[in-house]
């Protein structure tokens, strides 16, 4: 029912008709064909039979829908938005201030809606509403400077461990009740000079622990860790994924029964419009590639299964004419940065190689962790091509 539930030419009338298919009210209510006005009114009936509980719609899906405006918002206030995962695209921040006290998910807003852009300006106009301000500053939506500048509430006890506060916020508020002293005396971020420019204030003593020696057994099992995780992250091969090494991974898979990774391939720069267009058929991630712009308009015509975003947000492909030569020094500096992005993958693979070589030479080969040693090294080395099979 997934396709029925999510088709781009669902209508009420099929719902009404069909009543007895286990649609998928999930992917229903979020199914842009449906008029997002019409939804909610028939959100509220049931809301009327059912004492309240919205079944069988979906009010998470509905409020991260992107026809949700100010003005849907306003006629509907009585349904219960999920204001955490609101989706926002359309939504004022005009609106957002007006009905400030409602539990909105800030971390959705903050820089990724472009309706909903907050500015400084904006918020020293409207500096007395109820601003997560704590988010505000831990986001850098903020500068450091407006909190030194503007004494607004900020949860200090929260701030005496976090890695974004600074010398001269703490500076500004080091007399205000609230701080954890314990983890503000911890936190790398208070410079030292603090204890003596405010030797009043309650630090408490950081207490150092004595280094006990290490036996020669113990760093080598410490190095040993370090290789093997070393060698874990990089024990398969980098790769810069290819047309033909994705076409050729395909047929593997379908010969192996294996899954391929479509979502690992689909990040190549490699893969274009004219590509996808020959393999539109495999599952790919039409929404990830339509936001790096290598959907053109016919394709997405040719998939009326996918809910595209709003092109104004994220246009289609459109090809503009490119001569011969510009062709030709395109493929030359892709090729080029393909070849040095290859370098400095293979540079790290190597050096993930030295060390795990330096912990295997000083480990004795009488030493049951020897094989182990000995086993990843030359795992490394071979894909490096630096030692032969033989």
Not at 24 to 43: G, M, Y
Not at 193 to 220: G, H, I, Q
Not at 359 to 380: C, G, N, S, T
Request: glycine fraction near 4%; charged fraction near 30%; proline fraction near 7%.
């Amino acid at each position: 029912m997934y396709v029925l539930s999510s088709h781009n030419r669902l209508t009420f009338k099929d719902l009404d008709r069909n009543s007895h298919l286990a649609w998928q009210w999930d992917h229903v209510s979020a199914n842009l064909a449906l008029p997002l006005v019409e939804v909610l009114i028939r959100v509220k009936e049931a809301m009327k039979k059912n004492g309240g509980r919205t079944a069988p719609w979906n009010m998470a899906s509905i409020s991260e829908r992107k026809d949700i405006t100010d003005e849907i918002l306003e006629r509907f206030q009585d349904v219960p938005w999920n204001y955490g995962k609101l989706n926002v695209t359309r939504v004022t921040i005009q609106y957002i201030i007006d009905n400030i006290e409602k539990p909105w998910g800030w971390g959705n807003i903050i820089g990724t809606s472009p309706s909903c852009k907050v500015t400084e300006e904006t918020i020293l106009a409207y500096i007395d509403a109820p601003w997560p301000w704590d988010t505000l500053l831990m986001k850098g939506v903020l500068p450091v400077r407006f909190f030194v500048e503007n004494d607004v509430p900020l949860d200090l006890k929260l701030l005496s461990s976090a890695d974004w506060l600074r010398p001269n916020l703490l500076a500004k508020r080091i007399t205000d009740p609230g701080w954890d002293w314990e983890a503000l005396s911890k936190n790398p971020r208070v410079p030292k000079v603090f204890r003596k420019r405010y030797p009043n204030a309650p630090w408490s003593k950081v207490e150092t622990v004595p280094r006990t020696p290490v036996s020669p057994d113990e760093r080598a099992m410490r190095d040993g860790e370090i290789a093997r995780a070393i060698a874990e992250r990089y024990q398969t091969p980098m790769r810069i994924w290819t047309q033909t090494m994705i076409e050729a991974e395909i047929e593997d898979c379908r010969v192996n029964g294996r899954v391929p990774n479509f979502q690992e391939m689909a990040k190549s720069k490699n893969i274009t419009p004219k590509f996808l267009q020959k393999h539109r058929s495999l599952p790919w991630d039409w929404l990830f590639l339509q936001r790096q712009g290598k959907i053109t308009k016919e394709l997405a015509d040719s998939l009326p299964h996918v809910q595209w975003h709003d092109a104004r947000t994220y246009p289609f492909y459109a090809p503009r004419a490119v001569s011969d030569v510009e062709r030709e020094m395109q493929a030359t500096l892709r090729e080029r940065r393909a070849q040095e992005e290859m370098e400095k993958k293979i540079e790290v693979h190597r050096t993930a190689a030295r060390k795990i070589e330096g912990w295997w030479q000083k480990v004795a080969i009488y030493d049951v962790r020897y094989p182990l040693a000995r086993k990843r090294f030359e795992k490394l080395a071979r894909e490096l091509g630096e030692i032969s099979d033989d």
